[in-house]
């Protein structure tokens, strides 16, 4: 008797909790851990490129987070209502941060523009079935890559303002140039699990700064 009522606790706890992967099913939420690689790798920020990321996505939020041997961490928070885009660099004890609006992100995408070629293979990534397509440079043709995204997870708006506008799913397998650096991601685990809300704000102890300002202290790493 004792035995079977332990069970029935020990069953409501692990398959009716609000965390429980297994109650927690909502295909727009969860996190997903990334390895990375600089693709040119005598590239002068090469050496800040760090070896993996994890995104957290809720909804029409995304946010992606890499650190460089501890020392090196940027962030990027997407907020799909409002059509911004935070960057967030912290190097030692400098934390600064800018702000892109919906008109940064446009000409940031025309500068970075792609094309897709769709292919009918479907690849299994971090155990999830994956679409295959491949990716041109509209101004430079000849540079493409494969790109890998599945529909079983749902980001909102995610891409709307980037490159990738159209891809109806979640990337699983990419590209991404930002300061002239371009680093390919490709998912190793994904996790559906709540993410809380306050993840997707910016610390007050950042500083603000202009995206001219930003690109000047990127510079300055250089």
Request: hydrophobic residues 40%; charged residues 30%.
């Amino acid at each position: 008797m004792i035995k079977n009522v332990f069970f029935l606790v020990f069953f409501s706890i692990v398959f009716f909790s609000c965390d429980s992967p297994v109650f927690h099913n909502k295909k727009s939420e969860g996190v997903i851990e990334y390895k990375v690689e600089a693709v040119d790798k005598q590239h002068p920020l090469a050496g800040l490129a760090p070896d993996k990321a994890v995104l957290k996505f809720k909804d029409n939020k995304y946010l992606i987070e890499m650190s460089t041997m501890g020392v090196f961490k940027t962030t990027f928070i997407i907020d799909g209502d409002k059509k911004t885009l935070t960057e967030m660099i912290k190097f030692m004890d400098i934390k600064n941060a800018c702000i892109e609006t919906q008109e940064d992100l446009v000409q940031e995408a025309n500068m970075y523009a792609l094309k897709f070629k769709e292919t009918n293979e479907k690849v299994k990534l971090a155990n999830y079935k994956c679409h295959k397509l491949y990716a041109y440079y509209v101004r430079n043709p000849q540079d493409s890559f494969e790109v890998l995204y599945t529909k079983d997870l749902e980001p909102k708006d995610i891409y709307e303002l980037s490159a990738y506008k159209g891809i109806q799913g979640m990337l699983m397998k990419y590209r991404l140039r930002k300061w002239g650096l371009e680093l390919e991601f490709t998912a190793q685990n994904v996790s559906l699990q709540q993410v809380p809300d306050e993840e997707f704000e910016l610390p007050s102890y950042y500083k603000i700064m202009s995206k001219k300002e930003m690109e000047d202290f990127i510079k300055s790493l250089q």
